[in-house]
């Protein structure tokens, strides 16, 4: 409990840099990034609140510093703190789309339910957004889908 407090207080640290702050951090720092994260600047906060958690926080746990690293993305065979800190991104209190109150409802009941729910409603934003959307959420939906039972059923009663 104690890591996923600290995960969420921090995942979004970087979220609200200004992008000159955040590319000369990154420069400075030799943070990697693919092409999809430097197109997509919104993707840049993850890696960098990583970094700046170890860097400027002493944050050292890796399991605290993944959670903020993928967040935004999510990732294959991603562990509990990483499904916890996705999922209450994804569903804190500032957020007012339609579904969340499905979705906040299903974290209470089942953690991967959430995570497929949260996977498919970032994807769905992404696309009606002309957004790139990058591999490693897709890679992720896919590993909850061929991991989690729950989830995939959960799938499949919300298709109409």
């Avoid at 944050?59 to 509990?80: C, K, Q, Y």
């Avoid at 569903?91 to 996977?119: K, S, T």
């Amino acid at each position: 409990m104690e890591k996923a407090r600290i995960a969420g207080l921090v995942h979004d640290c970087a979220r609200d840099l200004p992008p000159d702050v955040s590319r000369k951090l990154v420069a400075q720092w030799g943070i990697s990034l693919d092409e999809i994260e430097v197109a997509e600047p919104k993707l840049i906060h993850g890696p960098l609140g990583c970094e700046y958690a170890r860097r400027q926080l002493g944050i050292n746990d890796p399991e605290i510093l993944n959670a903020i690293r993928f967040h935004a993305t999510g990732r294959v065979d991603m562990s509990l703190l990483e499904k916890v800190i996705y999922v209450a991104d994804c569903i804190e209190p500032g957020r007012v789309y339609r579904g969340v109150a499905n979705i906040r409802e299903a974290a209470g009941r089942n953690l991967d339910e959430a995570l497929i729910m949260c996977q498919d409603q970032k994807l769905l934003f992404l696309i009606k957004k002309g957004a790139m959307i990058h591999p490693r959420a897709i890679d992720a939906r896919n590993s909850t889908l061929m991991h989690c039972r729950v989830a995939r059923e959960a799938l499949v009663k919300g298709v109409d």
